[in-house]
Structure formats: structure tokens, C-alpha cells
Nanobody
Framework: QVQLKESGGGLVQAGGSLRLSCAASGLAFSRATMGWFRQAPGKEREFVATHTWRSGFIYINYADSVKGRFFISRDSAQSTMDLQMNSLKPEDTGVYYC?????????????????WGQGTQVTVSS
């Protein structure tokens, strides 16, 4: 079955950086659309970024709130996806979830996602 396992969360001061990783198994990694969402306490889960390989092209989308600060990447040999987070702000605090659609369908809403990881906590102190 599809399994997604996040790692790399932690506590960081505002302005710092963190790198999250997601290890995927049980799916054709190169075919899947992969992405990240986050959920702050008391708030709904929100889109962060997605990455799709299609016909030799890479399609990447970012939420406006993270553009220019967060960078998503994938390694097909390792079946891993990373999220490099720079210039972190306190409002970036939350649980970050790895997400996947094995059929490659692109997504921007939690309701469109087929599989989720268990999440990793990111806390940015001011």
C-alpha cells in the first residue's frame, strides 16, 4: 500500500531554515503528483506546494505565502520529496503533511488528495 513518511521538522528561530523530507513507497513515484500541506493549530489544512513530472516537464506550484522562500524537489532514484524552507516566519508554524496522488492528478485542495503522511511538526519562534 502507499506509505508516506515525513521527517525533518523541528524548532527554529524566525529567519532560519529547515528541510523536510518525505519518503514514499507503494506507488509509481515518477507518475505521482506529490505535494505538501500544512495545518496550524485551530486552522484548516492549507496547500503549500506541489510537484508533477509530465512528458519531460516539471510542474511546480506554490502557495503565495511561501513563494520565493520554500522550494520543493524530488529524487526519483530515492523516491523522496523535499521541501527546503528558508526565511521562516512564526506564521509558518504547523504540522506539515506529505501528500500524493499516484495517478498523477494535480491538486491544490486537501479534498483532492488521495494519500497523506502522518505529518511532522514545524515550530518557528519569534
Amino acid at each position: 500500500q502507499v506509505q508516506l513518511k515525513e521527517s525533518g521538522g523541528g524548532l527554529v528561530q524566525a529567519g532560519g531554515s529547515l528541510r523536510l523530507s518525505c519518503a514514499a513507497s507503494g506507488l509509481a513515484f515518477s507518475r505521482a503528483t506529490m505535494g505538501w500541506f500544512r495545518q496550524a493549530p485551530g486552522k484548516e489544512r492549507e496547500f503549500v506546494a506541489t510537484h508533477t513530472w509530465r512528458s519531460g516537464f516539471i510542474y511546480i506550484n506554490y502557495a503565495d505565502s511561501v513563494k520565493g522562500r520554500f522550494f520543493i524537489s524530488r529524487d526519483s532514484a530515492q523516491s523522496t520529496m523535499d521541501l527546503q524552507m528558508n526565511s521562516l516566519k512564526p506564521e509558518d508554524t504547523g504540522v506539515y503533511y506529505c501528500s500524493a496522488n499516484p495517478n498523477g492528478a494535480r491538486f491544490g485542495s486537501p479534498s483532492d488528495v488521495n494519500y497523506w503522511g502522518q505529518g511532522t511538526q514545524v515550530t518557528v519562534s519569534s
